[in-house]
């Protein structure tokens, strides 16, 4: 009987040695396990043999990964993103026309600009240092021709509706200045290009970007000048093309936004072989290169699916910001560690998830005290700055074996 006892718990224990590397030494009535996860030995003798409880603690490497802008804004799969000479993240959004006849009722068409960066729920506030909105005009219709902005507005579009929340109109004393906007003429068979700027100096982009604008639908209409040549007929065959774009490089300020990852991960195969798991405790290590304060941390653990939170812990004032000269560049980043506990109550609600989510909700240094001055502290976000994360879990699991049986078993 006893030998047979020695056997089943061999067997068992043996499943599991490439994870825990237990290993059994018999002595008379006694068993002794060693488990080499933390150099931990437990006796078992023959009056605890009949019922018999082994909880290991087991350490499991979850992520180690180097998290970059791109993770967040796909820089290279995104036609609208793009780094600058200096590397410095860049939104831009484009739209472009044509007008191919300088006849009334002909001689205008609508453009649209679709501005994703703000249409995020998840995003509170965000401001622009260094904005600014290009339009390029290719005229190869062979006389002058005016541009007329019939209209240039911004809408904030309401987040899951067709209604507009609020509407702002471009202006300002550029804006209003060249509108009309005057057009070369090009020598015969070319054709000129013109290009105006508006920036926050100029225009009234701060006003017009403050509503977190979702969308900009503009009309522009092209107008023969009355000093044009009226018999010059080879204006028939020519045409207007407006390129409208709008550049907003990550040089600012923002506040309360969520940066989301998934990992995917499978209980069942932590506490495979075992009966339960007694507890769990989650380490997160980060270092931390990005200029914003990352001020709470979410963790769901979520089902197969994504569409079911199972558990849920929410963490407050977790990681700083890297360290920032006077012009809101990284010379330093900041490492921290921290801690999570699941204990064995909570434990049954994480068991069924396959994924982790976790949200991180970001402020830039110094936002609030700068906010409070009227002058927000900006910071630049340039394309190799980085994340270095880390997370590991220790997991508490138990085995309970009753042993029991024929004491003729061999």
């Keep these: 009987m006893f030998n047979k006892k020695i056997k089943l718990?061999?067997?068992?224990?043996?499943?599991?040695?490439?994870?825990?590397?237990?290993?059994?030494?018999?002595?008379?009535?006694?068993?002794?396990?060693?488990?080499?996860?933390?150099?931990?030995?437990?006796?078992?003798?023959?009056?605890?043999?009949?019922?018999?409880?082994?909880?290991?603690?087991f350490a499991l490497p979850l992520i180690n990964s180097t998290i970059t802008v791109d993770h967040f804004i796909n820089i290279e799969d995104d036609p609208g993103?793009?780094?600058?000479?200096?590397?410095?993240?860049?939104?831009?959004?484009?739209?472009?026309?044509?007008?191919?006849?300088?006849?009334?009722?002909?001689?205008?068409?609508?453009?649209?600009?679709?501005?994703?960066?703000?249409?995020?729920?998840?995003?509170?506030?965000?401001?622009?240092?260094?904005?600014?909105?290009?339009?390029?005009?290719?005229?190869?219709?062979?006389?002058?021709?005016?541009?007329?902005?019939?209209?240039?507005?911004?809408?904030?579009r309401c987040l899951g509706s067709n209604d507009f929340g609020e509407e702002r109109a471009l202006g300002g004393q550029k804006f209003d200045d060249n509108n009309p906007w005057m057009i070369n003429t090009p020598a015969p068979g070319q054709f000129v290009m013109n290009e105006i700027r508006f920036t926050r100096d100029n225009a009234n982009l701060d006003e017009v970007l403050a509503i977190h604008p979702t969308e900009v639908e503009f009309q522009i209409q092209a107008i023969e000048r009355p000093d044009g040549d009226k018999n010059n007929k080879t204006k028939d065959n020519g045409q207007l093309d407006?390129?409208?774009?709008?550049?907003?490089?990550?040089?600012?300020?923002?506040?309360?936004?969520e940066l989301r990852d998934t990992i995917e991960f499978d209980f069942d195969d932590v506490e495979e072989g075992f009966d339960y798991i007694e507890w769990i405790e989650l380490k997160l290590r980060m270092d931390n290169g990005f200029p914003v304060d990352l001020i709470s941390l979410k963790l769901q653990f979520m089902n197969e699916d994504m569409d079911e939170v199972l558990f849920e812990q929410v963490y407050d004032e977790i990681f700083e910001s890297a360290k920032v000269d006077e012009n809101g560049d990284v010379v330093e980043s900041t490492l921290r560690e921290t801690l999570f506990f699941i204990d064995r109550d909570e434990v049954d609600k994480v068991q069924g998830a396959k994924n982790i989510l976790l949200s991180l909700t970001a402020n830039t240094e110094d936002h609030a005290t700068a906010k409070s001055k009227g002058d927000p502290f900006t910071v630049s976000i340039y394309d190799y700055y980085t994340i270095d994360i880390q997370m590991g879990m220790r997991v508490k699991l138990g085995y309970r074996h009753e042993f029991g049986g024929n004491d003729n078993d061999e």
């Design 242 to 257: 407006v390129d409208v774009e709008l550049h907003l490089p990550l040089r600012g300020s923002l506040e309360l936004y």
């Design 9 to 57: 718990m061999k067997t068992k224990l043996e499943k599991f040695q490439n994870r825990i590397l237990a290993i059994l030494v018999v002595s008379f009535f006694s068993i002794t396990i060693f488990n080499s996860c933390d150099h931990s030995y437990l006796d078992i003798t023959e009056d605890e043999i009949d019922d018999f409880v082994y909880e290991p603690i």
């Design 81 to 156: 993103i793009y780094a600058d000479e200096e590397s410095l993240v860049v939104f831009v959004y484009r739209d472009s026309i044509r007008i191919t006849s300088l006849d009334a009722g002909n001689n205008y068409a609508d453009g649209y600009l679709g501005l994703g960066i703000f249409d995020d729920e998840g995003l509170t506030n965000m401001f622009f240092l260094e904005p600014y909105l290009d339009v390029f005009a290719n005229n190869s219709f062979q006389t002058p021709v005016d541009i007329q902005f019939n209209w240039f507005d911004f809408h904030n």
